[in-house]
């Protein structure tokens, strides 16, 4: 248990429930839709076993991706993957609005397990690579943030709501996190020893490279589209 007394510890575990948190907070959405029609009763038992099968998914795919970032190359596809996400989400892109509700139990369960399985392939990339192959943080980062994000959901979704700049963090999280995984990758692993400096410098630049990106991105979208003018 020494880990425990690790700054290094204490500082990814942060950057993983802060991953999860803001990676997650539209995973909420996806359980109160998909159980919206069924009968009081049969919405706790929905949300419950429909969690419990979505959570036991993401912790396997977690351990999977975990050991797939030992291969070669694959982290730098992962960081130039987890760069796209934090874009991504500055952009507000979202899959849940089209999710219907069912009046089955079954159904429902079914469509909260597969719906978040699909929404949090980009929280596995990131929660694998904030915990850097250590398995007790990667463990104890799912414990805590997977009941926080289910149980505190409506709360973090009002926060991310009311100051954008939870996003915004999150994002630059990404990014940093994307520069870190690159410079770990087994392929360059050498050179990067011999360029200390590159350790800070490239997950730096990754933060604000995300964040600018995505906010002119986002800009883009937000800009009306000039009239047609007719002859």
């Not at 036991?56 to 291969?71: D, G, I, M, N, S």
């Not at 899959?95 to 509700?101: K, T």
């Amino acid at each position: 248990m020494s880990f425990l007394t690790s700054p290094d510890f204490w500082i990814a575990l942060s950057q993983i429930i802060l991953i999860n948190i803001v990676l997650s907070g539209d995973n909420a959405v996806v359980i109160a839709m998909a159980s919206r029609s069924l009968p009081p009763a049969q919405q706790k038992k929905a949300i419950l076993f429909g969690s419990m099968g979505a959570i036991v998914l993401r912790v396997v795919l977690t351990f999977f991706a975990v050991y797939l970032l030992t291969l070669p190359y694959l982290k730098l596809v992962g960081a130039a993957l987890l760069f796209w996400i934090g874009v991504g989400l500055l952009k507000g892109d979202d899959g849940e609005e089209n999710l219907e509700g069912h009046s089955s139990l079954a159904a429902a369960i079914k469509t909260i397990v597969v719906a978040d399985l699909v929404m949090s392939l980009d929280n596995v990339v990131g929660v694998a690579a904030a915990a850097k192959g250590n398995v007790p943080l990667l463990v104890f980062g799912l414990v805590i943030s997977i009941p926080l994000i289910i149980f505190g959901s409506t709360l973090i979704l009002k926060l991310m709501d009311r100051f954008p700049i939870i996003i915004t963090l999150g994002a630059g999280l990404l990014g940093w996190v994307a520069g870190e995984m690159a410079m770990s990758d087994p392929s360059i692993a050498g050179w990067a020893g011999n360029h200390h400096t590159v350790h800070n410098v490239v997950p730096a630049i990754g933060a604000v490279s995300v964040v600018l990106i995505g906010k002119w991105l986002t800009s883009r979208q937000q800009q009306p589209e000039p009239a047609n003018q007719s002859a």
